[in-house]
């Protein structure tokens, strides 16, 4: 079925460094969304992207949509260690009505 | 408060043994659906439901079944359980699926021996 592409996997920082995930698609999408799930939690919503070369922010979080509507990122600027967690986007499907997830990208603060 | 509620948060049951997990939500959504999170797979969609009485296969349907006779409530029912259905289990309810965020449950643990 529909994949949402995420990588990397994992991305170990140190404290005040920076994190980039990625999302590819083979598709045009709709919009996309990105949670964040720390560990032992559940996931929760940060942020909807709608419109072509869509830029957003949330303090020290950018998040972009390509401008073919095929890939999106987000960015953490000089990460602290509140920021540990699973960040996972995700697309819908209007076909189907379905949101199809990445595998998620693990930050994780070097000690 | 807004809440999706999930019951129990942990399980360990036998193999072949029905349960079910209960789902809550105090939104009046009407798009619920359940997902498992396995390592390094992010989250698949078991079921979904667009209303009361309208549920529909997601990605991983196999060895589950569900119902939505009410709005507020999706419980994920597993008939025959098995191993390969130990995971961690989420419930999420949105006002308008994939344009409106999706709202999860604190997650069901269970263990299949």
Redesign the interface.
Known sequence: ?QQVM?IP?YQHVQEGEDFTTYCNSSTTL??I?W?KQRPG?????LI?LVKSGEVKKQKRLTFQFGEAKKNSSLHITATQTTDVGTY?C?E???S?????????TKLIIKP | EAQVTQNPRYLITVTGKKLTVTCSQNMNHE?M?W?RQDP??????IY?S?NVEVT?K??VPEGYKVSRKEKRNFPLILESPSPNQTSLY?C?SSLS???????????TRLTVV
């Open positions: 079925g995420q996997q709709s919009n969304q949670y939690g559940h996931p929760v919503f909807q996972f995700a819908f499907m209007d189907n009505y379905q949101l199809i997830w990445g595998a998620g | 798009y659906s997902y390094g797979l992010g989250l698949r969609q979904y667009m529909d997601g990605d989420f999420a699926p994939g344009y409106t965020e999706a709202f999860f449950g604190q997650g």
